[in-house]
């Protein structure tokens, strides 16, 4: 019983070493790179994309709100965790200086789960039209809001607006 112990309760250990050590490089990362005042608000921006006929897609915000309160957990990814047709947006600051980013995975052909009898299934919707959102920490400094989509040859610029 005790070796059975031993042997659950290293991997544990290891695993919440790890995930620190994770994090507490993830901070630095943050506050080396940019010292922005944040305040106690969190933006909400609206955005409604279509796609023309020939494939390209055309984004515009349709609103953005500021309310009272802080984000539980600021989300983040890794540039090589960019799929084709996700869409990264980004808010900017004054000097043109990225002070946030958000993935968004691809809003056009978003994975629905679908349960039957069998079991859990996944299957790919294809729409025309359709609207997302993203939020962000407020800080005073940001600026512009930018959209960009991945695509094989990298990411093209869909959409910059000043907020």
Same mark, same amino acid.
């Given at each position: 019983?005790?070796?059975?112990?031993?042997?659950?309760?290293?991997?544990? &250990?290891? &695993?919440?070493?790890?995930? !620190?050590?994770?994090?507490?490089? %993830?901070?630095?990362? @943050?506050?080396?790179?940019?010292?922005?005042?944040? =305040? +106690?608000?969190?933006?909400?921006?609206?955005?409604?994309?279509?796609? +023309?006929? =020939?494939? $390209?897609? !055309?984004?515009?915000?349709?609103?953005?709100?500021?309310?009272?309160?802080?984000?539980?957990?600021?989300?983040?990814?890794?540039? $090589?965790?960019?799929?084709?047709?996700?869409?990264?947006?980004? @808010?900017?600051?004054?000097?043109?200086?990225?002070?946030?980013?958000? @993935?968004?995975?691809?809003?056009?052909?978003?994975?629905?789960?679908?349960?039957? !009898?069998?079991?859990?299934?996944?299957?790919?919707?294809? &729409?025309?039209?359709?609207?997302? =959102?993203?939020? &962000?920490?407020?800080?005073?400094?940001? %600026?512009?809001?930018?959209?960009?989509?991945?695509?094989?040859?990298?990411? %093209?610029?869909?959409?910059? %607006?000043?907020?």
């Amino acid at each position: 019983m005790k070796n059975v112990f031993n042997v659950l309760i290293v991997p544990v &250990f290891l &695993f919440c070493s790890f995930q !620190k050590e994770n994090g507490e490089s %993830q901070n630095k990362k @943050l506050n080396s790179e940019t010292v922005i005042k944040k =305040s +106690d608000r969190i933006i909400y921006l609206f955005f409604k994309a279509d796609k +023309d006929q =020939s494939g $390209n897609a !055309k984004i515009t915000l349709q609103n953005s709100k500021i309310a009272d309160g802080r984000l539980k957990q600021v989300s983040s990814f890794e540039r $090589n965790e960019v799929r084709k047709g996700d869409l990264i947006i980004s @808010l900017a600051s004054s000097n043109g200086k990225e002070v946030a980013q958000q @993935l968004v995975r691809d809003p056009f052909n978003p994975e629905m789960e679908v349960y039957e !009898k069998e079991g859990i299934t996944r299957h790919k919707a294809a &729409f025309q039209k359709t609207e997302f =959102s993203a939020r &962000f920490s407020f800080s005073e400094n940001v %600026q512009m809001v930018k959209v960009e989509k991945a695509t094989e040859d990298g990411v %093209q610029l869909l959409f910059t %607006q000043k907020l």
